[in-house]
């Protein structure tokens, strides 16, 4: 059965920092690409971060230098940090696994096959 966790979301003050994180199991998880989206009220789902399966990262231009994702082999997770943070940063933030490893298909949702429930993330001002 495949299970993607996420973890790490909470309240955090503008400026601050926050590590999330996301748990796989029944994936062959070094052979998968790895991505994380997300999700405002009102808002379309929006593309965050991935990680291929050789640990390639792609960023869309808005959130290079603040977000960073990372992935562990050895514990089947993926991370994402994230810096500076800003209000409109608050979301549910989700993770997601491919077997694509191309940059274009892993910017958009419909790339990915399975998804997480979600971390709530809140900046406040």
């Known amino acids: 059965q495949v299970r993607l966790v996420e973890s790490g979301g909470g309240l955090v003050q503008a400026g601050g920092s926050l590590r999330l994180s996301c748990a796989t199991s029944?994936?062959?998880?070094?052979?998968?690409?790895m991505g994380w989206f997300r999700q405002a009220p009102g808002k379309e789902r929006e593309f965050v971060g991935a990680?291929?399966?050789?640990?390639?990262?792609y960023y869309p231009e808005s959130l290079e230098g603040r977000v960073a994702v990372s992935r562990d082999n050895t514990a089947n997770t993926v991370t994402l940090q994230m810096n500076s943070l800003r209000p409109e940063d608050t979301a549910v933030y989700y993770c997601?696994?491919?077997?694509?490893?191309?940059?274009?298909?892993?910017?958009?949702?419909?790339?990915?096959?399975?998804w997480g429930q979600g971390t709530e993330v809140t900046v406040s001002s």
């Open positions: 990680i291929s399966s050789s640990g390639r990262t």
């Open positions: 997601a696994d491919s077997h694509n490893d191309g940059v274009l298909v892993l910017r958009i949702p419909n790339g990915y096959d399975y």
């Open positions: 029944g994936v062959a998880f070094r052979s998968l690409a």
